[in-house]
T-cell receptor
Framework: LAKTTQPISMDSYEGQEVNITCSHNNIATNDYITWYQQFPSQGPRFIIQGYKTKVTNEVASLFIPADRKSSTLSLPRVSLSDTAVYYCLVEDDKIIFGKGTRLHILP | AAGVIQSPRHLIKEKRETATLKCYPIPRHDTVYWYQQGPGQDPQFLISFYEKMQSDKGSIPDRFSAQQFSDYHSELNMSSLELGDSALYFC????????????FGQGTRLTVV
């Protein structure tokens, strides 16, 4: 049984803010929410991680509601180079990838 | 900054042959992970090591084995190769055991013909 559910794909336009939501209804107390980005034929790259509330870094923001049953990765003002697969992971001590979201940025 | 180094970057082998993939983690990272990613697929966890001991095992076929050496580099050995083993193999390293933030290498593309 998959621990997370994400949209299979999303399209957006350059300059827009993109929000990718991940559902994780069975998240455990010790689980962290982690997002990775993967470009074609490259290894995944860590983007951001959080436990609750909001986390922001130079790349993205991560919003986690109080019940932690979902999370939203927010990418501000995307560009064509943000076209990639984005993975939401919910684990406490493993790095297990589920089905990611294929984000396609259009000019 | 030093990254995870994988070698070779590309490898072509025939069915039933053996392949060895190498991974050199970031200095002072003592945890190593191996992943297999088939065409159009998501990365599948194979195996991980911490301090030269296997720490976790995923969907690694019995034909595959791996180890981590005293200098923390790791090798993935694959025997009796099958066409379905053609994939990208990624290694990742982490300075924290049991964490969820890791740094991935560029991968080894294995093609079995």
């Amino acid at each position: 049984l998959a621990k997370t559910t994400q949209p299979i794909s999303m399209d957006s336009y350059e300059g827009q803010e993109v929000n990718i939501t991940c559902s994780h209804n069975n998240i455990a107390t010790n689980d962290y929410i982690t997002w990775y980005q993967q470009f074609p034929s490259q290894g995944p790259r860590f983007i951001i991680q959080g436990y609750k509330t909001k986390v922001t870094n130079e790349v993205a923001s991560l919003f986690i509601p109080a019940d932690r049953k979902s999370s939203t990765l927010s990418l501000p003002r995307v560009s064509l180079s943000d076209t990639a697969v984005y993975y939401c992971l919910v684990e406490d001590d493993k790095i297990i990838f589920g089905k990611g979201t294929r984000l396609h940025i259009l000019p | 900054a030093a990254g995870v180094i994988q070698s070779p970057r590309h490898l072509i082998k025939e069915k039933r042959e053996t392949a060895t993939l190498k991974c050199y983690p970031i200095p002072r990272h003592d945890t190593v992970y191996w992943y297999q990613q088939g065409p159009g697929q998501d990365p599948q966890f194979l195996i991980s090591f911490y301090e030269k001991m296997q720490s976790d095992k995923g969907s690694i076929p019995d034909r595959f084995s791996a180890q981590q050496f005293s200098d923390y580099h790791s090798e993935l050995n694959m025997s009796s190769l099958e066409l379905g083993d053609s994939a990208l193999y990624f290694c990742a390293s982490s300075p924290v055991v049991g964490g969820t933030e890791a740094f991935f290498g560029q991968g080894t593309r294995l093609t079995v013909v």
